[in-house]
């Protein structure tokens, strides 16, 4: 039996394997430009990279996985305890849960921290209550959830709207020359209307009746845990859609050109606020740009261990897997994204079993559906911009690539 490989081990893993991949592409390429073609030698050049997508795809997905495992299995200490009247609560919840599981049909839930209509006036089942969405919540951190970096909004409706106006379109007073002049009038403000409309997102999972007899405790881990997974993938998917929306998208190629996005790319009442956004690659190749001497040109924040800073604009990082490349580039987003992102969020999740339909009948099981309610809308697409890079090159002219750092989505 082989060793498990840890988080850090598969992501190594995982874009060492994409690395191949793309150098398998450029044998192929290569191989295509020879006047010696050989179709055998070609064949077995397409095979090796088809095997290796194959196995790049197979680690992105443990990997996934195993970021997920870290978060459910948290050491004690670093998980906030409940209060006694959040326990109460969580145990109710908890003694309904597995009511709901074993008989489905029949449960029905009589008070507010259980089931509710949807939208739709149907019956959604179990709704999950206030302090274990807090828990789910709490967990979701642990992920690479982009939620954090754009505007929540809760909402108690399911459509509404907001009036907006953007920074650029914004006009200022009028200065008086007399103190009992005629005030006049200002030009009428650039407003639009931003509507939003909640949709609901639904996963199922099947769950064995070994998971009823287990303790409250592994059940809320386990609940908890696949919740928080299935939210933060599907909200990601939702926002990096809108990410993608901005008004200016940058082609960048040398280290110039991040400075003069700094400098030029959002409107100035926002750059106090406005920050660099790239992936783990992408991080790894800022790192490497190197000035004329020889010295690395990505800045420390004296303020934070670790954390360093462009110009002055702090630089955040997140997974690969959280956001992934631009084609194949780097990305390189800089802006204030929650003055252009919202994130409406109906606060509504729910859960629905049934041990007959979606094949759970035949396989003696139990099927859980679980609904989130939001919407992601633009409210200004000019408040960030989307910057991308294949290299940057030092500032004496030379590439910095690192060898082997670089994924390469087919």
């Known amino acids: 039996m082989g060793v498990k490989l840890t988080v850090n081990q598969l992501n ?17 390429n290569m191989a295509l430009n020879n006047d010696k073609f ?17 196995r790049r795809d197979a680690l992105h997905e443990q990997l996934v996985e ?8 948290l050491p004690k200490n670093e998980v906030t305890p409940l209060n006694p009247e959040q326990n109460k609560l969580k145990d109710k919840f908890i003694s309904d849960f597995v009511n709901m599981m074993q008989d489905p049909i029949a449960f029905k839930v009589k008070n507010s921290v259980d089931s509710s209509a949807d939208d739709s006036n149907a019956n959604a089942g179990l709704t999950i209550p206030e302090d274990v969405r807090t828990a789910i919540n709490k967990l979701t951190r642990q992920f690479d959830s982009l939620e954090q970096y754009v505007k929540k909004e809760t909402v108690a409706t399911k459509s509404g709207s907001r009036v907006y106006e953007k920074w650029s379109d914004v006009t200022a007073l009028v200065e008086m020359d007399k103190e ?31 998971l009823l007899k287990d303790t409250a405790e592994n ?21 990096l859609e809108a990410m993608g929306k901005a008004k200016n998208k940058v082609t960048l190629s040398k280290f110039d ?62 997974s690969d897997v959280a956001l992934p490349n631009i084609g194949q580039d780097y990305p390189l987003y800089y802006g204030d994204f929650k003055q252009g992102i919202t994130l409406f969020d109906r606060e509504h999740l729910s859960l629905t079993p049934t041990n007959i339909g979606a094949g759970a009948f035949e396989t003696d099981t139990t099927k859980i559906r679980v609904i989130d309610r939001f919407d992601v809308e633009v409210m200004d697409n000019e408040a960030w911009v989307v910057g991308s890079f294949a290299s940057i ?11 082997g750092s670089k994924t390469t989505e087919e």
């Open 219 to 239: 059940i809320m881990a386990w609940l908890t845990g696949w919740v928080a997974k299935k939210v933060v993938v599907t909200r990601n998917g939702k926002i």
């Open 257 to 318: 050109d991040i400075i003069t996005m700094v400098n030029t790319a959002v409107d100035p009442a926002i750059v106090r606020t406005s920050y660099l956004l790239t992936n783990q690659s992408g991080f790894n190749q800022l790192a490497l740009i190197k000035d004329s001497e020889g010295r690395y040109l990505l800045e420390t924040d004296p303020t934070k261990g670790n954390a360093y800073l462009i110009k002055g604009k702090k630089v955040v990082v997140v």
């Open 38 to 54: 050989s179709a055998e030698a070609m064949a077995e050049l397409k095979n090796q990279r088809d095997n290796e997508k194959v």
């Open 393 to 403: 090159a030092n500032q004496d002219g030379s590439d910095n690539k690192a060898a």
């Open 12 to 28: 190594d893993a995982w874009i060492a394997s994409g690395q191949k991949v793309s150098d398998l592409n450029d044998q192929i």
């Open 180 to 210: 009992d002049g005629k005030i006049p009038d200002l030009d009428n403000p650039q407003l639009y209307i931003v509507k939003y409309l909640i949709k609901r997102y639904a996963g199922i999972i099947t769950a064995t009746n070994t």
């Open 66 to 73: 195993a970021q997920a495992e870290q978060a459910v299995n």
